[in-house]
Every structure is written in structure tokens, then in C-alpha cells.
């Protein structure tokens, strides 16, 4: 594997875990040449998840990246270590992939939900950032609405009426 930073191939497995129920392999990785630590993934390649979006039906492969993009902006600034985003991001692909093993689809609302659920527990204003973007929040009414439904959830479990 060649690191990101300075090229070399020579790298050592720090850490081996399998995702997605055996069907990708995640390995943390250190380069031997500048010590730089990188994340690197195996995966069987089959017929690609494809995600069904919600405002025209059309269907796009399933992109981490993307995924993570967003995650990174609503923690944004946040006291939030790299490693629970990349564990958050684990647990978020290895749930889509359940989800879609026998169609290979899932709808972007669906993962809309599990992001959510995701944030609730991580980071709340994190979670707070990411609504008023997913639900499309149009005034300061829909923010201090969400606020008042976040607060009421405090005694509940993190995934109920989100």
C-alpha cells in the first residue's frame, strides 16, 4: 500500500477488523519510511449498493466519501476525535450494506436516519447542524422545534422518534 503522504510502499498492519459481516476488511496501517498512519480497505467487489435518492427516485452508488463529507461538516469545529468519525463512518457503511444485501439498494432517507441516530449519540449540535440540512430547515421555528424534540429526548434511547 502506498502511504499518502510520502509515497513509499513499505508499511506495517497496525490493525486488521472486518466490516460489513465479513464482506470488507478495514486495516490501520503505519508507514515504516515517516511513520504517517493511514486507514486502508479491502472489499469483495460484487454489484455496487446504490443509494435511491429521495427528491427524484434516481439511483447513485454508495459513496463513503460522500458520507463522510457530510459528517465532517456538521462536526465541523467540533471537540470530536478523527477516530470516532471513522468508527462512526464504520458502523454507518456496515449498517447500509445490511440493509441493502438483498436488493443492493437503500434509500438516502434510510441513511439520512442512521446518520442521524449516529450524531444524537456522538456530538448534539453536531446532530442539530445535520438536521437543518437533511430535513431542510426553511426558518428559525423548524430549528427551535428540533431543540425542543432533542430536549424532550434526554431520558429516552438514542434511536426512538428520530
Known amino acids: 500500500m502506498r502511504?499518502?503522504?510520502c509515497k513509499s510502499l513499505e508499511d506495517r498492519v497496525i490493525e486488521s477488523r472486518a466490516l460489513a459481516n465479513g464482506g470488507s476488511i478495514r486495516r490501520r496501517r503505519e508507514c515504516l519510511n515517516c511513520s504517517y498512519r493511514f486507514t486502508s480497505y479491502e472489499r469483495i467487489e460484487e454489484k455496487p449498493l446504490m443509494v435511491i435518492k429521495k427528491s427524484d427516485a434516481r439511483r447513485e452508488p454508495f459513496d463513503r466519501e460522500k458520507l463522510e463529507k457530510g459528517i465532517q461538516q456538521a462536526l465541523r469545529k467540533r471537540p470530536v476525535a478523527?477516530?470516532?468519525?471513522?468508527?462512526?463512518l464504520d458502523e454507518l457503511e456496515e449498517s447500509a450494506m445490511l440493509l441493502g444485501r438483498t436488493s443492493h439498494e437503500i434509500s438516502s432517507t434510510e441513511i439520512g436516519e442512521m446518520v442521524l441516530t449516529k450524531l444524537y449519540d456522538l456530538d448534539r449540535v453536531a446532530y442539530i447542524r445535520f438536521a437543518s440540512v437533511y430535513r431542510n430547515f426553511e426558518n428559525v421555528e423548524e430549528f427551535v422545534?428540533?431543540?425542543e424534540t432533542l430536549?424532550?429526548?434526554k431520558g429516552r434511547n438514542s434511536g426512538e422518534g428520530i
Open 82 to 88: 478523527q477516530m470516532d468519525i471513522e468508527n462512526v
Open 145 to 147: 422545534r428540533e431543540i
Open 3 to 5: 502511504c499518502p503522504r
Open 151 to 153: 430536549s424532550g429526548l
